[in-house]
């Protein structure tokens, strides 16, 4: 009866078999490739069949898989069967051991290996025409599907494992970050970083980029009001702190429109000007950047003193601040390089020991330490555990550091040479 079967025949169904056992085995690996997030990008904005089928075959993954493998499961057999047949018309009974290993080797690689490597590589190519068959197949099959599913998902609970746990597509601010950086040329290099600075605010403190009390300009009510006029006509400030004798003794924060508006409608007195002082605004030191952002928006502020657990003031922090860590500084020039580094003709650059880490790491893309102190003098103290003097050079966090000058407590000038690090600086060695 075998005899009876032509050849020519066996071969074209056995091929067709290896052609759909390639189908089956490709289309699982390409669905299951596929970027979700790209996937329900492509869904919402429409217009893509193909995406809107495989979006719908992947709600139920169980149901997929059992689809899948039914089919994959169901060509290979038949094939396995076609072949032995095959071989037993060729070469009799050593026919079916030839068509074992032949067929083996065959669906290794026509049937597995070389489509699913396809599939891995472009699965969009082969997910989305795939689906169209796939769906419309699942609805046929559907019966045995459930009855495959049904058996295999109590399985799974007999081993506590439920098909409601499927994980969520969230990420998290780590990942989120990871496919910012790996969006290449997708996203200009400025927006990535922009994008990246958002996600850091969760990580930084006003603390980090508050400006100091010793720094904070302000008007004093205890100075002679012709003093305090001029103050106010120099000011390149829109908003200042107001208070009496020092900044702990803060009344409140002016906004110099609201001065000029009384100037204008006269002659501007010390009463006229109280009475446009507003309250003093004051936030934790330990507060994250994005919650603060926050919280100026809901209390229409833009300017905020910083106090420590003790409530006393530790710097001043605006809106303009945080937005500026988003962003970038608010020059004309984005690469200006601030008034406390200067730079030298030999490659180095001088910078004042007040100068804040973090606007030292953006100004001039270097990375120090910014887990510790805020600013370069605190983290040279806190390195060397003394006041250096003049002349005292280091290496600090691969940077050779020289100490230029000081005063009586605290680090005044240092020279940095970048390009030290860039070349390597693994066999430095720290001096005092």
Not at 33 to 60: I, M, Q, W
Not at 361 to 372: C, H, K, S, V
Not at 416 to 426: Q, S, T, V
């Amino acid at each position: 009866m075998i005899d009876d079967i032509p050849t020519g025949l066996l071969v074209g169904t056995l091929v067709i078999l290896i052609f759909l056992s390639a189908f089956f085995s490709g289309s699982e690996t390409g669905l299951f490739s596929l970027n979700r997030y790209r996937l329900r990008h492509l869904v919402k904005k429409g217009g893509h069949p193909g995406a809107r089928r495989a979006y719908d075959l992947l709600k139920r993954p169980d149901r997929l898989i059992g689809l899948i493998l039914l089919g994959n499961n169901f060509v290979n057999i038949l094939a396995s069967s076609t072949a032995t047949v095959l071989g037993l018309k060729l070469f009799g009974d050593a026919g079916i051991a030839i068509a074992t290993g032949v067929l083996t080797f065959v669906i290794l690689i026509f049937s597995e290996v070389a489509p699913k490597t396809v599939a891995a590589l472009h699965p969009e190519r082969i997910a989305f025409p795939a689906a169209f068959i796939l769906k419309p197949m699942l609805k046929v099959l559907y019966p045995a599907v459930w009855a495959v599913n049904t058996v295999a998902n109590g399985l799974l609970r007999l081993l506590g494992v439920s098909t409601a746990d499927a994980p969520k597509l969230h990420l998290s601010s780590d990942e989120l970050r990871t496919v910012v950086h790996e969006a290449g040329n997708m996203i200009p290099q400025r927006h990535q970083q922009m994008l990246l600075s958002i996600l850091d605010l969760e990580k930084v403190t006003v603390e980090d980029i508050m400006i100091p009390r010793n720094e904070i300009t302000g008007i004093d009510l205890e100075d002679e009001w012709a003093d305090i006029v001029q103050q106010i006509s120099a000011s390149q400030h829109t908003r200042l702190p107001v208070y009496k004798g020092g900044i702990d003794n803060v009344l409140g924060i002016v906004h110099l429109r609201n001065v000029i508006a009384v100037h204008k409608h006269g002659e501007l007195t010390r009463e006229a000007f109280m009475k446009v002082i507003r309250d003093p605004y004051f936030i934790p030191e330990g507060t994250a950047l994005n919650t603060q952002l926050l919280n100026f928006q809901q209390q229409r502020r833009r300017i905020a003193l910083v106090v420590d657990e003790y409530g006393d003031i530790q710097g001043l922090v605006t809106l303009d601040d945080i937005l500026e860590e988003i962003v970038g500084e608010f020059t004309t020039d984005p690469s200006a390089v601030s008034k406390e580094i200067h730079p030298q003709e030999d490659g180095t650059y001088l910078v004042e020991g007040s100068a804040n880490i973090r606007d030292l790491n953006r100004l001039m893309q270097w990375n120090l330490p910014t887990d510790g102190p805020k600013t370069l003098n605190g983290m040279i103290i806190e390195y060397l555990e003394t006041i250096p003097e003049a002349g005292t050079s280091l290496l600090l966090a691969g940077y050779p550091l020289e100490i230029v000058q000081t005063t009586t407590n605290a680090v005044k000038t240092v020279r940095i040479d970048p390009k030290f690090r860039e070349n390597g600086a693994a066999g430095a060695t720290d001096q005092g």
